[in-house]
């Protein structure tokens, strides 16, 4: 069994440390997280959530693909994106979840790639609501120690 990103919506804060670590890691401008490929979000004033790509098995935006530029990767199980992308934007639309986004200030397609197979969003978690995990956690212990990883502040700007 491979690892994937699992969501426990009733541990989401609404933090967004997930949104603020993928932007540091995916972004070229770490200062603008709404540009990143997970969104946390609160509806109807109480229900929190992160909403991000669920790599889905039979995955719409990869069929509808005319280039065949989204594939799997082996080694993480994550839908990525090659440089065969025409930008035709098919998979925006064809993704049920709207997890696939362009990026008009770039001009390409963003999509979560499970950071390679070491998700930030989960690493810098502090609630455990994001986990990168061959299976679904279980409930957290009250009495359980969670080791939070600082926010990656540090972490050198990209290449512009």
Known sequence: MSKRLFVTPYRCTDCKNCEVACSFVHTRNPMKPALTRVRAYTLMGEIKSVVLCLQCEDAACQTVCPTGALTRNPDTGAIDRTDACILCKACTMACPFGNIHFDPAYEE??????????PACAKYCPTRALVWA????????????????PLPWAMTMPAK
């Open 109 to 118: 397609i963003v999509k979560c790639d499970v950071c390679g197979g070491d």
């Open 134 to 149: 061959e299976e679904p956690s279980p409930d957290l212990d009250p009495e359980e120690e969670i080791e939070v990883m």
